[in-house]
């Protein structure tokens, strides 16, 4: 008769056979097989059946993901904490997300969003073999190292597309070892540092002292929210500057003669 059958009962069976054989079933099998056994048109009585075969929207499959999978997991939870993807899914898996859990179960599968843009080149130009500007990840660890990378994705604000080169590749390695080697003079000196026998109380420590421990303090919180909020590149400026300005160029260099002229055991030197 022509007439759409869509009810729970042949929603159930439809279901029942995807759980079983997959969606492929569905261009697999007669519709008779696939709808309850002597099932009749609830219009006209009918049991010849067509198939539909128009796509309603190629992003529903993956906009279920959350129901198939988070659902259906016992060490996993509905919702998700966070949604990762590039900005091109704003109208694909985040929105069929978002339609499918409102419509099931009237709530956002997500408790947060984060986009991210791509990765291009020095000029702003895709990535494309054709082109040849294509980097592989594994080049740069073989030439760089992986530390290097690391520190490449923490300083980009994903927000936007990531530009990358050899270029921005160099000047990296230059604040790695900036921040490496400040960490080496830091680790050097605490050598013979016990921290059983050797702190000083808060109240001892002079001026100084105090002042880049409260500036420390102030990192830390800057970074803890830096964390909460996915912005991994304002982390990073944070600390190369604590490092760069606060200890290296101010703080360490001050207390270079305390370092290297008092007593081990002295309350200065400790």
């Not at 056979?17 to 009749?40: N, R, V």
Request: charged residues 30%; contains cysteine; proline residues 2%.
């Amino acid at each position: 008769c022509g007439e759409i059958i869509a009810n729970e009962e042949t929603i159930n069976s439809v279901k029942k056979l995807f759980l079983e054989k997959g969606s492929d079933s569905w261009f697999a099998i007669s519709a008779q097989e696939i709808l309850p056994k002597d099932y009749q048109c609830p219009h006209c009585k009918g049991k010849d059946f067509e198939k539909e075969k128009d796509i309603m929207d190629v992003w529903f499959d993956s906009g279920c993901s959350h129901a198939a999978v988070l659902k259906k997991r016992d060490k996993l939870h509905w919702p998700a904490e966070l949604y990762l993807e590039g900005t091109d899914q704003h109208r694909g898996w985040f929105q069929t997300s978002l339609l499918t859990s409102v419509a099931a179960f009237e709530k956002a599968p997500y408790k947060t969003v984060l986009t991210h843009g791509f990765i291009v080149d020095a000029e702003g130009r895709k990535m494309s073999k054709s082109i040849g500007n294509v980097i592989a990840p594994q080049e740069i660890i073989e030439k760089y190292g992986a530390d290097i990378l690391r520190l490449w994705v923490a300083s980009s604000d994903y927000r936007t597309d990531i530009r990358i080169s050899s270029k921005i590749l160099d000047q990296l390695v230059e604040i790695y070892r900036r921040v490496r080697n400040t960490a080496r003079f830091i680790l050097g000196n605490l050598l013979d540092f016990n921290p059983d026998t050797d702190i000083v109380s808060y109240d001892k420590l002079n001026e100084l002292d105090r002042l880049v421990l409260s500036n420390f303090q102030g990192l830390v919180k800057k970074v803890n929210g830096s964390y909460d909020n996915f912005e991994f590149h304002s982390l990073y400026h944070e600390i190369h500057n604590f490092c760069a300005i606060d200890l290296s160029s101010f703080y360490l260099d001050i207390i270079k003669d305390r370092l290297y002229t008092a007593f081990t055991d002295s309350e200065d030197r400790r």
